[in-house]
């Protein structure tokens, strides 16, 4: 993973730079940053903007409950369970996986496979077709395409698997009846806190471009709606000049190309919002590699290569963060929920997490459950670790 990011973080573009406004010098953000996009974050704080895949109304994580009888009761029915991915390997996956891991085994729920499909569609069909023939009771999964997967997932809900999702769901199911719930961030809100923080770097004024994924994903399209509505409505002097989609799976490569693009097209390019931590990382090289260290960068997702940035004071001046390990804890629980035949909220998100330059150390402990990597903590300049 780390080999992944950095070598990212190092790509470089041979590009005409005739042109560019890109002068190397640092950005000077308001001093005690914009009082409205203040506001406005602490205005957000515990809320949840985002409604789930069919619309349904979000329950709270802390709402998820079992008692210790019914813990007792999961126990002894010595369950088993498969999570199936869309892919692997970066820290948001690996959270989710860590937050399952434990809490199916405070539950008892023995963990027998976990896959990786690559963001392949038909790779993940195999995947659960592999994953029913060990005749799992549970399978929390992450569609990596909501059409193509709808006929495996309609397969495990026929054979009596409790299906529990991440983020997204197949098309055509409904929970309660195909599905126990869904689990997610409030993308929106992770937009909308991403928006107030660019905001509050650019002191409320600026052209700034949009990188986002352009992939029908009911949880990007969130971030990306969430972020251009709240420029839009809050902030007129902030002007969003360019737009482009990344596609993967080189999401850090392809939104390098698009950033520098952005910013030789635009002399005036004040910053520029990714949809999450990995084509982040290719803005971040692009913004490196012709001088732009004025550039401020916003996005989602608290991975490694964007901590370091934030705890350097460099390029990312802030992000709304999920909180993948509590949403793994959360989706085992409600796969309990269904082996006890009790009722569960259909779509459950935990709020979205406002992290700068100076929270980024214990946002990580948050977000993560354990301590931030050395990468990070050596990174930090100034200010209280």
């Not at 109304?57 to 998820?64: F, G, L, N, Q, R």
């Not at 993308?187 to 650019?202: I, K, P, R, T, Y």
Request: glycine share 10%.
């Amino acid at each position: 993973m780390k080999r992944r990011l950095l070598a990212a973080a190092a790509l470089a573009l041979t590009v005409a730079l005739a042109g560019c406004s890109g002068t190397g010098e640092t950005r000077t953000r308001p001093e005690g940053g914009y009082p409205p996009a203040k506001q406005a974050l602490a205005a957000l704080a515990g809320k949840v903007l985002a409604t789930g895949p069919n619309g349904e109304a979000p329950a709270t994580a802390e709402s998820v409950t079992l008692t210790a009888a019914e813990i007792e009761q999961v126990r002894a029915q010595k369950a088993t369970a498969a999570i199936v991915m869309h892919y692997t390997g970066d820290g948001w996956t690996d959270a989710q996986i860590a937050g399952l891991h434990q809490q199916f085994g405070e539950l008892g729920v023995e963990v027998i496979a976990v896959t990786d499909a690559g963001f392949e569609p038909d790779r993940q069909v195999s995947d659960i077709e592999t994953v029913l023939a060990r005749r799992p009771d549970i399978i929390v999964s992450i569609p990596a395409d909501p059409v193509a997967t709808a006929g495996a997932y309609r397969q495990a809900a026929a054979a009596g698997v409790k299906l529990v999702f991440m983020d997204n769901v197949p098309s055509g199911m409904v929970a309660g009846r195909d599905y126990v719930s869904a689990v997610s961030a409030d993308n929106v809100g992770n937009g909308v806190v991403a928006a107030h923080l660019m905001a509050d770097s650019l002191g409320g004024r600026g052209e700034i471009g949009v990188v986002y994924h352009e992939a029908d994903f009911q949880v990007t399209r969130q971030r990306l709606q969430g972020f251009e509505e709240t420029i839009a409505r809050d902030y007129p002097d902030i002007r969003i000049v360019d737009r482009k989609g990344v596609t993967g799976p080189d999401f850090a490569g392809q939104a390098q190309a698009a950033a520098t693009a952005m910013m030789v097209k635009h002399q005036d390019l004040a910053g520029i919002w990714g949809v999450w931590d990995v084509p982040t990382e290719g803005i971040i090289a692009a913004a490196r590699a012709i001088d732009r260290s004025d550039l401020v960068i916003t996005t989602e997702d608290l991975g490694p290569n964007v901590a370091i940035s934030l705890a350097a004071d460099e390029f990312v001046t802030g992000l709304g963060a999920q909180r993948p390990f509590d949403q793994g804890v959360t989706e085992a629980k409600l796969a309990a929920y269904a082996l006890l035949g009790k009722q569960a909220p259909p779509y459950v998100a935990l709020d979205a997490l406002p992290v700068t330059h100076d929270n980024v150390l214990d946002a990580w402990r948050e977000v993560y459950r354990d301590d931030p990597p050395s990468e990070v903590t050596e990174s930090f300049v100034g200010g209280k670790r």
